[in-house]
């Protein structure tokens, strides 16, 4: 067979977007995480607005 190695034909890395679909046997995992990850990225951006508001105020 040419072109392949060995006569076996596949045997050659997989394309990523195969092993990624592989990863997770439930859908839901991926939006669960989105969800953590937005809420998380939300948590600290009021965190990070708020904080300078409150220390000033303490500190002043």
Known sequence: MAG???????AGPKPPWTVCQRMS?????CV???VLATMTAVLALCFNL???????????
Not at 50 to 60: A, D, G, I, V
């Open 50 to 60: 708020l904080y300078p508001l409150l220390s000033k105020s303490f500190w002043s």
């Open 32 to 34: 669960r995480y989105f």
């Open 4 to 10: 392949t190695r060995g006569g076996r034909r596949g």
């Open 25 to 29: 046997d439930y859908p839901d995992d």
